[in-house]
């Protein structure tokens, strides 16, 4: 069964620093790989994915992911933490069950900034 | 385009009563599903829809029913609703398999409360 997981449930990071947030997956086939931002009291915004090609990906907001095989990781990357980057954070895998398009989401990570 | 909006934001219920959640898309997405968010358990699938009149079960469906007249509405219903139902709703769609491996839009979701 495909499956992500978030390791960590907070990440702390000063403004202007560079920012992780870890995901690592498991899946039977090719992965497609999703991230997500909740701010507060709203819904998900999708922020980029992986489908294939190059392993690092480029999204909103000055976001970018590495996707790297060997390790089942999909690692979301910002150079240089905003304050309003503060929010929750969900890596998810589309399933591979039947064409649905579902998708397995980890369980967040919230990321604070400090000023 | 308003993208995907539900009814209502709030409610409080109280146990065994009933209620329908709306969720409206104007993006002409032929898929639509139904998630719960928890506390440390990240997003978790209810029903979900491949198409008009079509419903299927999600990961956790017991105590729900969904129906999906209109291709662009799919509707949530709590026959009778439990404490264990307190949560919130996010309601998501995306384009169908054809259309490639897309990412779902979400709603900015239902806080219901069931006392």
């Known amino acids: 069964a495909q499956s992500v997981a978030q390791p960590e449930d907070q990440v702390n990071v000063a403004e202007g620093n560079p920012l992780t947030v870890k995901c690592t997956y498991s899946v039977s086939g090719n992965p497609y790989l999703f991230w997500y931002v909740q701010y507060p009291n709203r819904g998900l915004q999708f922020l980029l994915k992986y489908i294939t090609g190059d392993n690092l990906v480029k999204g909103s907001y000055g976001f970018e992911a590495e996707f790297n095989k060997s390790q089942t990781s999909f690692h979301l990357k910002k150079p240089s933490a905003l304050v309003s980057d503060s929010a929750l954070y969900f890596c998810?895998?589309?399933?591979?069950?039947?064409?649905?398009?579902?998708?397995?989401f980890g369980t967040g990570t919230l990321l604070a900034v400090q000023p | 385009n308003a993208g995907v909006t539900q009814t209502p934001k709030f409610r409080v219920l109280k146990t065994g009563q009933s209620m329908t959640l709306l969720c409206a898309q104007d993006?002409?997405?032929?898929?639509m599903y139904w998630y719960r968010q928890d506390p440390g358990m990240g997003l978790r699938l209810i029903h979900y829809s491949v198409g008009e009149g079509t419903t299927a079960k999600g990961e956790v469906p017991d105590g729900y029913n969904v129906s999906r007249l209109k291709k662009q509405n799919f509707l949530l219903g709590l026959e009778s609703a439990a404490p264990s139902q307190t949560s919130v709703y996010f309601c998501?769609?995306?384009?169908?398999?054809?259309?490639?491996?897309?990412?779902?839009?979400f709603g900015p979701g239902t806080r219901l409360t069931v006392l």
């Open positions: 993006m002409n997405h032929e898929y």
């Open positions: 998810a895998v589309r399933d591979y069950g039947g064409a649905t398009n579902k998708l397995i």
């Open positions: 998501a769609s995306s384009f169908g398999q054809d259309r490639g491996y897309n990412e779902q839009f």
